[in-house]
């Protein structure tokens, strides 16, 4: 069994989301615990709470933030990225049946699992997802994973899908890594020259741009429409008109060369081009 952590970041008007996190044999993420607990001395790490940006931040956080950084590596622990960036499509969903299911967590979490379940982790290990608990996210989260679980190709060997459970749990530190990832990937989107973006980019360096990780293009979210209608996952959502759709599809597309290329020059790695198109 492979334990992950995840958290997600943005969609405060910055037009991205993120979700991301850290998947790990149980004896990496307790040996992340202690070492973790050590630079903190038993302190609480919440990024939107350390006001990076502000005169003080540097002086405060950098040294932790670096020594934090490399403690994932360091014990086994493998990131995994997902991301997309609504401001591209929002405004022509907005008003039609796709807003629905097209909101920037449940694509992302889908980005996510989809860049975990395509690696090279080995599909004899099933893979507990473990989350905060977020009211906001929380159905969303259990329809994103009823669909993968409907889909044959993320099946292990032996027939049962590699997703064993998905749950939520409070505020831990067993979330803090994922919360740093989550924002690093985040202002490294939005602003990467800013304070934010080179206080968080010790977590990016310290796996040497080689962080699994999936952006979703627009004609993936059409796509990822009629996959969830087809599976009937949950209350079934009235299908788009099909003009709309093809409109949809055609303006979408546009966005989705640029965004990979971000995402390479961000995270480098695999983002798995051509084993799989959601």
Not at 57 to 67: F, H, S, V
Not at 185 to 193: D, G, I
Request: with cysteine; aromatic share 8%; charged share 30%.
């Amino acid at each position: 069994m492979i334990f992950g952590y995840f958290d997600e970041s943005g969609e405060s008007g910055d037009g991205y989301v993120v979700v991301a996190g850290f998947v790990g044999r149980k004896r990496s993420w307790q040996e992340y615990v202690r070492r973790w607990t050590e630079v903190l001395e038993g302190r609480p790490l919440h990024m939107k709470e350390l006001r990076l940006g502000s005169r003080t931040a540097e002086r405060r956080w950098k040294k932790n933030l670096e020594r934090l950084a490399a403690i994932p590596k360091q014990v086994g622990l493998r990131p995994f990225v997902g991301w997309v960036r609504t401001s591209d499509y929002r405004h022509l969903i907005k008003n039609t049946t796709a807003d629905l299911i097209l909101a920037g967590y449940p694509v992302a979490l889908l980005a996510m699992v989809d860049a975990i379940l395509c690696s090279d982790l080995p599909r004899r290990d099933r893979i507990e997802f473990i989350f905060e608990v977020q009211k906001e996210f929380a159905v969303a989260r259990e329809r994103t994973f009823a669909f993968i679980r409907n889909m044959p190709e993320y099946n292990a060997h032996h027939g049962k899908s590699r997703v064993a459970k998905s749950s939520s749990i409070e505020k831990s530190i067993l979330l803090e890594a994922a919360d740093y990832l989550a924002y690093a990937v985040l202002y490294q989107l939005v602003n990467p020259n800013s304070q934010q973006a080179n206080l968080t980019s010790p977590i990016l360096h310290a796996f040497e741009g080689s962080i699994d990780h999936r952006c979703m293009g627009g004609h993936q979210a059409i796509e990822l429409i009629n996959e969830m209608q087809e599976n009937h996952v949950g209350s079934e959502f009235p299908k788009l008109d099909k003009d709309r759709k093809a409109y949809l599809k055609q303006k979408l597309k546009e966005d989705l060369d640029q965004n990979m290329e971000l995402t390479r020059a961000i995270l480098g790695g695999s983002n798995h081009d051509g084993k799989r198109d959601i």
